[in-house]
């Protein structure tokens, strides 16, 4: 099948302002495409548009608002309709965590992740569907994790968020296809952005410290490229990428890993 063509595309991204969809909106931008940004943070997503023209975007603009929010999903999809008519390019990128032992945090903690990775992404898909299937050789993007192929310790919340996300992205994946829409699932290991410095809880510290990670940059321009070349899932971290394979095949032996930490 030929390459995808990104070039005059529209582009929806949530959680733009910074990090992973930043750098996405870049690599969206050099090649020409028309953005929409969603985030909560006007401040920085604002000067973000002017840097995308100057990259080469055909159109930028930003929407400032919290994708958890029903009314501001609709929002945003009315917008689409009246400026673009349709919708080629869907990223569910916004995402937050928390970092403890589940039984240290409340219902509150886990229902928010829910909310934000798996709620917001599911409904704002359900309600792009109709620009999709009006797009040009359209695909969803789902931000994943390695989290959602593997639970961790300390990140339990977060972990079922993403399987959560990647049961239902494999789903979407077969019922869009006789519609021409593509599903593709991002499972990343460890990316160096502020993520971490956003948590909704931080009741115990990770065990095993910080781990090197990827830039944003490098998992946006790999990003990008599956989308061009129609793949289904990539995992953009090799350590990511060996975590799922050695699950896949030694359970066990990653069951007396994670015992360690537990």
Same mark, same amino acid.
């Given at each position: 099948?030929?390459?995808?063509?990104?070039?005059?595309?529209?582009?929806?991204?949530?959680?733009?302002?910074?990090?992973?969809?930043?750098?996405?909106?870049?690599?969206?931008?050099?090649?020409?495409?028309?953005?929409?940004?969603?985030?909560?943070?006007?401040?920085?997503?604002?000067?973000?548009?002017?840097?995308?023209?100057?990259?080469?975007?055909?159109?930028?603009?930003?929407?400032?608002?919290?994708?958890?929010?029903?009314?501001?999903?609709?929002?945003?999809?009315?917008?689409?309709?009246?400026?673009?008519? +349709?919708? *080629? #390019? @869907?990223?569910?990128?916004? !995402?937050?965590?928390?970092?403890?032992? /589940? %039984?240290?945090?409340? =219902?509150?903690?886990?229902?928010?992740?829910?909310?934000?990775?798996?709620?917001?992404?599911?409904?704002?898909?359900?309600?792009?569907?109709?620009?999709?299937?009006?797009?040009?050789?359209?695909?969803?993007?789902?931000?994943?994790?390695?989290?959602?192929?593997?639970?961790?310790?300390?990140?339990?919340?977060?972990?079922?968020?993403?399987?959560?996300?990647?049961?239902?992205?494999?789903?979407?994946?077969?019922?869009?296809?006789?519609? +021409?829409? *593509? #599903? @593709?699932?991002?499972?990343? !290991?460890?990316?160096?952005?502020?993520? /971490? %410095?956003?948590?909704? =809880?931080?009741?115990?510290?990770?065990?095993?410290?910080?781990?090197?990670?990827?830039?944003?940059?490098?998992?946006?321009?790999?990003?990008?490229?599956?989308?061009?070349?129609?793949?289904?899932?990539?995992?953009?971290?090799?350590?990511?990428?060996?975590?799922?394979?050695?699950?896949?095949?030694?359970?066990?032996?990653?069951?007396?890993?994670?015992?360690?930490?537990?």
């Amino acid at each position: 099948m030929a390459r995808r063509v990104l070039e005059n595309r529209r582009i929806l991204i949530t959680g733009a302002s910074r990090g992973v969809g930043r750098e996405l909106a870049i690599q969206f931008a050099k090649r020409h495409t028309r953005l929409m940004l969603v985030a909560r943070h006007g401040e920085t997503l604002q000067p973000l548009v002017a840097e995308l023209l100057s990259h080469g975007a055909a159109s930028a603009q930003a929407l400032v608002g919290d994708v958890t929010d029903a009314t501001f999903r609709l929002a945003v999809m009315e917008q689409i309709r009246r400026d673009w008519q +349709g919708l *080629d #390019v @869907l990223v569910n990128n916004a !995402g937050v965590s928390a970092h403890g032992h /589940f %039984d240290n945090h409340d =219902a509150a903690i886990l229902r928010q992740i829910m909310e934000v990775n798996f709620y917001a992404p599911t409904e704002l898909t359900r309600l792009a569907l109709p620009l999709l299937a009006d797009g040009h050789d359209a695909v969803i993007v789902n931000l994943g994790s390695i989290l959602g192929h593997r639970g961790m310790p300390y990140n339990s919340e977060y972990s079922a968020s993403k399987f959560a996300l990647r049961g239902w992205s494999e789903a979407l994946r077969t019922e869009l296809r006789a519609r +021409g829409i *593509d #599903v @593709l699932l991002v499972s990343p !290991g460890t990316i160096d952005t502020e993520f /971490f %410095d956003h948590l909704l =809880a931080k009741s115990d510290s990770l065990p095993w410290g910080k781990q090197k990670g990827i830039s944003p940059a490098a998992a946006a321009r790999q990003i990008v490229r599956a989308i061009e070349l129609r793949r289904t899932e990539i995992y953009p971290n090799w350590r990511g990428r060996l975590l799922v394979a050695v699950n896949r095949w030694a359970p066990r032996l990653v069951d007396r890993m994670m015992n360690r930490f537990g």
